[in-house]
Each structure stands twice: as structure tokens, then as C-alpha cells.
């Protein structure tokens, strides 16, 4: 059973950093593409950073510059370095794995930009 758990969400003021992590289980996650998505209040569900088996990444064009995702296969954990956060940037945030066909998603953890 695939497990993706994610933490570091928080309230944090406009221009602060903060740090998500995701812990995976039940998948090889060394064989696994892992990406970033969020959704705000009414709005759907959009990709922000996704990282490849091999380490390649790609940003959405909100993001780039800001965010960094990178990945740990030691500790089965990816990241997502979110650094000059802006209001529109608060969302629930959603950690995703694809592996061996299966799409999979974590619970999500809320950010909120606010002062």
C-alpha cells in the first residue's frame, strides 16, 4: 500500500520561506517520478514542481525562481524549498508519486500566506 506523508505546512508571512517534505512507503522510491501539486479554495488542482527518477526537475512558471524540489532516495523523502512565498501562493499543498503505473497522493498539508 502506497503511503506518501506529508509535513511542514504552516502560516507564514508574505516573503518567509518554509520547507515541505514528503515521506513515501510501498513504493520503490528510487523508481518513482514525485512531484508537487496545489490546490487553493475553489480553484483545481495544478502541478507546482516535479522531479524525475533521474533528478531532473521542472517548475510551473508561478514558481520558478522561488521553489526548489529535490529528492532524497535514502530516506525515501522529497522536498520542496519554497522560499519568497507570496499570498497566492497559499494552497493545500499535495505530494503525488508515480511508480509501476500507479498515481498516488498524499493527504495534503495547508500553507497559508498571510500577515
Known amino acids: 500500500q502506497v503511503q506518501l506523508v506529508e509535513s511542514g505546512g504552516a502560516l507564514v508571512q508574505p516573503g518567509g520561506s518554509l520547507r515541505l517534505s514528503c515521506a513515501a512507503s510501498?513504493?520503490?522510491?528510487?523508481?518513482?517520478?514525485m512531484a508537487w501539486y496545489r490546490q487553493a479554495p475553489g480553484k483545481q488542482r495544478d502541478l507546482v514542481a516535479a522531479?524525475?527518477?533521474?533528478?531532473?526537475?521542472n517548475y510551473a512558471d508561478s514558481v520558478k525562481g522561488r521553489f526548489t524540489i529535490s529528492r532524497d532516495n535514502a530516506k525515501n523523502t522529497v522536498y520542496l524549498q519554497m522560499n519568497s512565498l507570496k499570498p497566492e501562493d497559499t494552497a493545500v499543498y499535495y505530494c503525488?508519486?508515480?511508480?509501476?503505473?500507479?498515481?498516488?497522493w498524499g493527504k495534503g498539508t495547508l500553507i497559508t500566506v498571510s500577515s
Open positions: 510501498g513504493i520503490i522510491f528510487s523508481f518513482s517520478d
Open positions: 522531479i524525475s527518477i533521474g533528478g531532473s526537475t
Open positions: 503525488n508519486s508515480q511508480f509501476g503505473g500507479i498515481n498516488s
